[in-house]
T-cell receptor, first 113, second 116 residues
Framework: GENVEQHPSTLSVQEGDSAVIKCTYS??????FPWYKQELGKGPQLIID?????GEKKDQRIAVTLNKTAKHFSLHITETQPEDSAVYFC????????????FGTGTRLTIIP | GAGVSQSPSNKVTEKGKDVELRCDPI?????LYWYRQSLGQGLEFLIY????????KSGLPSDRFSAERTGGSVSTLTIQRTQQEDSAVYLC??????????????FGDGTRLSIL
């Protein structure tokens, strides 16, 4: 089955700097890659997603890049703010699996004011 | 609009008891998923519903776990004879999910289950 690895497990950045979180996946048939933000006591919130026919997608301060050849995708957050502090999860899925998500192990992002 | 609603938000029970967890998906969403989030295992898939049928139950960890969905809406996850290793946050997600369309999944805030 699919295996998703995520790095780093913790990340601290100064407010205003950029943060990058990286994931790799094992199943070349995976074609959908969402990113979720989870705050304490809350469920995961979808922040951006990308499909395998696209190499990059951007939404304001958040961007995701996908390298299908390397089976690697990354989340980029620019101009970080204190409210960006949370745990971030990457995930992967494919058409033939009923769209179930396989998640990475999460990155705890701390923004230092 | 209303998001995915789960109840109860917290449940504490004794080992060996049965528990029922409820999920109300976003109105009109045909696909519904249960996941489990625990410290040692991260976020794990349990079961997927399309309408009232469950084409993928591969993530249910044992026959003590079952789930049903009625009327294409509300779903209940039942754990029988609970064990301490069942302690986790149980998350429900729904999507507009016509099959094979990779529609975004939206999560509820989960039920935190603690087995004493």
């Amino acid at each position: 089955g699919e295996n998703v690895e995520q790095h780093p497990s913790t990340l601290s950045v100064q407010e205003g700097d950029s943060a990058v979180i990286k994931c790799t996946y094992s199943d070349s048939a995976s074609n959908y890659f969402p990113w979720y933000k989870q705050e304490l006591g809350k469920g995961p919130q979808l922040i951006i997603d990308i499909r395998s026919n696209v190499g990059e997608k951007k939404d304001q301060r958040i961007a995701v890049t996908l390298n299908k050849t390397a089976k690697h995708f990354s989340l980029h957050i620019t101009e970080t703010q204190p409210e960006d502090s949370a745990v971030y999860f990457c995930a992967a899925s494919k058409f033939t699996s009923g769209e179930k998500l396989t998640f990475g192990t999460g990155t705890r992002l701390t923004i230092i004011p | 609009g209303a998001g995915v609603s789960q109840s109860p938000s917290n449940k504490v029970t004794e080992k060996g008891k049965d528990v029922e967890l409820r999920c109300d998906p976003i109105s009109g969403h045909t696909a519904l998923y249960w996941y489990r989030q625990s410290l040692g295992q991260g976020l794990e898939f349990l079961i997927y519903f399309q309408g009232n049928s469950a084409p993928d139950k591969s993530g249910l960890p044992s026959d003590r776990f079952s789930a049903e969905r009625t009327g294409g809406s509300v779903s209940t996850l039942t754990i029988q004879r609970t064990q301490q290793e069942d302690s986790a946050v149980y998350l429900c997600a729904s999507s507009a999910g016509e099959s094979y369309s990779n529609q975004p999944q939206h999560f509820g805030d989960g039920t935190r289950l603690s087995i004493l």
